[in-house]
């Protein structure tokens, strides 16, 4: 299998959209961002970055987003902190800031 066949979201779009092959494959969000930004395809993208974000204000074509038919399966994020910083108060702003756009009480 090519490098990357098996990060998701690729092998629940395998199974659900016949034919369906990559043109282009990164693990960098960076590089996969920038080639959205230049209309080089589509790229799934969590709802608080939805295409509305401005960062892809500027993104040839103008992004839409695509109704595939079915959602694709919940992730999980893990935010790491050194247990000394965790109470520092920038540390603290951008803690809260994240567990409130996730919705996370």
């Known amino acids: 299998a090519p490098p990357l066949a098996h990060v998701p979201p690729r092998p629940l779009l395998e199974r659900a959209i016949p034919g369906f092959t990559p043109a282009f494959a990164s ?9 959205l ?17 401005p960062r892809f204000a500027d993104a040839v074509p103008p992004l839409v987003e695509l109704d595939v038919g079915f959602a694709l399966p919940a992730g ?5 902190c050194a247990r000394s910083m965790q109470f520092v108060p920038r540390v603290r702003a951008v803690i809260e800031l994240l567990r409130e756009a996730f919705g996370i009480a």
Do not use: S, T
């Open 27 to 35: 693990d960098d969000y960076l590089v996969q961002r920038a080639a």
């Open 37 to 53: 930004r230049a209309g080089l395809g589509a790229m799934v993208l969590e709802r608080p970055f939805h295409p509305a974000d």
């Open 76 to 80: 999980e994020l893990h935010l790491v």
